[in-house]
């Protein structure tokens, strides 16, 4: 962690990381705390996200945010930012997978309208609800965690896979609506990351992210922090509605 808090300095900086209670949420926090930033973390993992910001010290607080109900991803934005004093950065994180697994035919409507909403409508809603925030910034950032899957069309992973597409489609847009505000919107797109949410992935699918990989070598969480922490910098400021994939080599976009 120390090596990705010299990479980018984030001193002062005021970041909202959604789904932080765990995995690559966790990760990003705690190298946003290594590089200078004060961080709230939101999740619906309470007792998890609660000892992760009492681990982590008194720059990190933590917050309840159910990212299908809009009421309170609107309440838990506005209280990220009045806690921070201000809001210069949103990393969309939460998501949830729900159709590992499973052919397309075998999905339910309900698994599907529900990744829909946590993985589409939550990030949608969760920047709404930060844009005045953001504006008032002066140097607003927002970073999109999408993922590889969308790249290559993962099979028996329909719906996930849709979402985190619809994330990458989404983030262009918000980039064009966002930029005259001076807030600038990115995604990253992981590859296969051990972490708790990919503890359910057969051997066979790492084993083909292992072998596809120009790197070959599984993929960590921190393999992922520097690259969020340089697009919520103020290095980044003229670079937005880009897609960067952060997977070793498996999809060369």
Excluded: C
Aim: net charge neutral; hydrophobic share 50%.
């Amino acid at each position: 962690m120390n090596a990705t808090a010299n990479v980018v300095a984030m001193s002062g900086r005021r970041v909202l990381v959604t789904g932080g209670a765990r995995g690559l949420g966790a990760a990003f926090a705690q190298a946003l705390v290594q590089a200078g930033a004060r961080v709230v973390i939101t999740d619906i993992l309470h007792e998890q996200g609660q000892a992760l910001a009492l681990s982590l010290g008194s720059a990190v607080h933590y917050l309840p945010m159910d990212m299908v109900d809009p009421s309170a991803v609107r309440s838990s934005v506005d209280q990220a930012a009045q806690w921070l004093g201000g809001l210069d950065g949103l990393v969309n994180n939460a998501a949830i997978t729900n159709s590992g697994g499973k052919d397309m035919q075998d999905i339910d409507l309900a698994t599907w309208d529900q990744v829909m909403a946590v993985n589409v409508r939550g990030p949608w809603l969760a920047t709404v609800a930060a844009h005045p925030h953001l504006k008032a910034s002066g140097s607003g950032r927002v970073v999109n965690i999408a993922s590889d899957t969308a790249l290559w069309g993962a099979p028996r992973l329909m719906a996930y896979v849709a979402s985190k597409g619809a994330v990458i489609s989404m983030t262009r847009s918000m980039a064009r609506e966002l930029g005259p505000d001076g807030i600038t919107v990115n995604a990253i797109a992981p590859g296969l990351t051990l972490v708790e949410a990919t503890a359910y992935i057969p051997q066979h699918r790492h084993d083909l992210y292992m072998q596809g990989r120009a790197l070959q070598r599984p993929q960590v969480p921190e393999d992922l922090t520097a690259a969020v922490l340089f697009l919520l910098s103020p290095a980044s400021g003229f670079i937005t509605g880009q897609l960067l994939p952060v997977n070793g080599g498996f999809v060369m976009h």
